[in-house]
């Protein structure tokens, strides 16, 4: 077994340059700045993915569409990763819904998986579509003796966050601290009894912690940039991370 899931946010889209909470597939388009982020992050990997799937949501296609083309492979369009859905605040990009949209995220990192977003899905019901999708593809390629190479999943940033954690157990606090910039990553590696380590975060290498109050920056130690899975540029004013994608 050798290989490993990188959970990738898609590149830049217009929802994100207009802070729209964009979740409902199909969704919005990359802008010209996200197509070639996602081509940079492919570039940057010292060997090219073995497998590369994506969500049904536009920005995911085409993000995954830049990076097979950088890598000369196909990708392959799987259900149950897109984003978690934001309900009666589809569409806003008022600083209200976007805090509601972040408390109800991080009462499901402090555990409360049952709460829903207002009229949408809760964070339980989000673990309950998004891993037997991991789980399948660990079953079927990453744990076979025979195979080699990463499995690259692109989705959206507030998703992968939660499932990462549920997943390999980092710190929940590290979780809703550290959002996701267009085309970081999430690495999963395989370990003993279907369980999970988590060996990269965007930029960080463990051991993760959660932010102490004030920090000027996120805990953990930076990962090299050769190969990283990480956004190969830093973010602009209008790339700033944000909770959902």
């Known amino acids: 077994m050798s290989g490993r899931l990188l959970l990738v946010r898609h590149g830049q889209s217009y929802g994100n340059i207009d802070r729209r909470l964009d979740t409902r597939p199909p969704g919005a388009e990359l802008t010209p700045l996200g197509r070639e982020q996602a081509r940079n992050f492919a570039r940057l990997r010292p060997e090219a993915p073995r497998l590369l799937v994506h969500s049904l949501a536009v920005r995911a296609v085409q993000t995954a569409t830049e990076m097979g083309d950088v890598a000369g ?24 819904a ?11 990192h402090l555990g409360e998986l049952d709460v829903p977003m207002p ?18 593809l660990r079953l079927r390629y990453l744990d076979d003796e025979a195979w080699t190479g990463d ?20 710190d929940r606090g590290f979780a809703a601290d550290n959002h996701l ?17 988590c060996v ?13 109050p004030d920090a000027p920056e996120s805990s953990g130690a930076a990962a ?8 190969p540029e830093p973010a602009r004013a209008d790339e700033r991370p944000d909770p959902m994608g």
């Not at 196909?74 to 806003?92: K, N, S, T, W």
């Not at 976007?98 to 499901?108: I, T």
């Not at 009229?119 to 789980?135: I, K, N, Q």
């Not at 090299?224 to 956004?231: F, I, N, R, V, Y």
């Open 151 to 170: 499995i690259v999943v692109v989705s959206h940033g507030a998703a992968i966050r939660l499932v990462a954690s549920a997943l390999s157990g980092v």
């Open 224 to 231: 090299p940039p050769p190969g990283s899975a990480a956004s």
């Open 98 to 108: 976007h805090d509601e949209f972040r408390r109800v995220c991080l009462r499901w």
């Open 119 to 136: 009229g949408g899905e809760s964070g339980a019901h989000v673990l309950d579509r998004f891993v037997p999708v991991l789980t399948e």
């Open 200 to 212: 990269q975060w965007g930029a960080l290498v463990p051991p993760f912690a959660p932010e102490p």
């Open 181 to 197: 910039a267009n085309t970081d990553a999430v690495a999963l590696a395989p370990i003993a009894d279907g369980r999970w380590s």
């Open 73 to 96: 492979i196909g990708a392959l369009e799987v259900d149950g990763i897109h984003e978690v859905q934001a309900g009666d605040l589809e569409g806003r990009n008022d600083d209200a």
